[in-house]
Nanobody, 116 residues
Framework: QVRLVESGGDLVQAGGSLRLSCAAS????????MGWYRQAPGNERELVAA????????NYADSVKGRFTISRDNAKNTVYLQMDGLKPEDTAVYYC?????????WGQGTQVTVSS
């Protein structure tokens, strides 16, 4: 059974930092990419950042470029999101995503709240 365990969400003041982690287990086929999406109330879920497992190519939403950094530990099947310079508009539920050739997996979400 595939399991994505997320951690790191919290309440933080604007300008602060948080680090999200997501550990994947039970994935039967090779993982191609891992990433983070977010969804704020009334909004659609949007890509925040993604990273390929081989090569480490990254992709960021324009709104987080220069502030957020995605990284991964392939040996641990874990992806991280370092979030610096947080803004109130970053407030959302953040979801971990794991992509294999055949499947797309989601975590349960972790709340990030940035106060002004």
């Amino acid at each position: 059974q595939v399991r994505l365990v997320e951690s790191g969400g919290d309440l933080v003041q604007a300008g602060g930092s948080l680090r999200l982690s997501c550990a994947a287990s039970g994935v039967r086929f090779g993982i191609n990419a891992m990433g983070w999406y977010r969804q704020a109330p009334g909004n659609e879920r949007e890509l925040v950042a993604a990273i390929t497992v081989s090569g480490g190519s990254t992709n960021y939403a324009d709104s987080v470029k220069g502030r957020f950094t995605i990284s991964r530990d392939n040996a641990k099947n874990t992806v991280y999101l370092q979030m610096d310079g947080l803004k109130p508009e970053d407030t959302a539920v953040y979801y971990c995503n794991v992509k294999t050739l055949l499947q797309n997996y989601w975590g349960q979400g972790t709340q990030v709240t940035v106060s002004s």
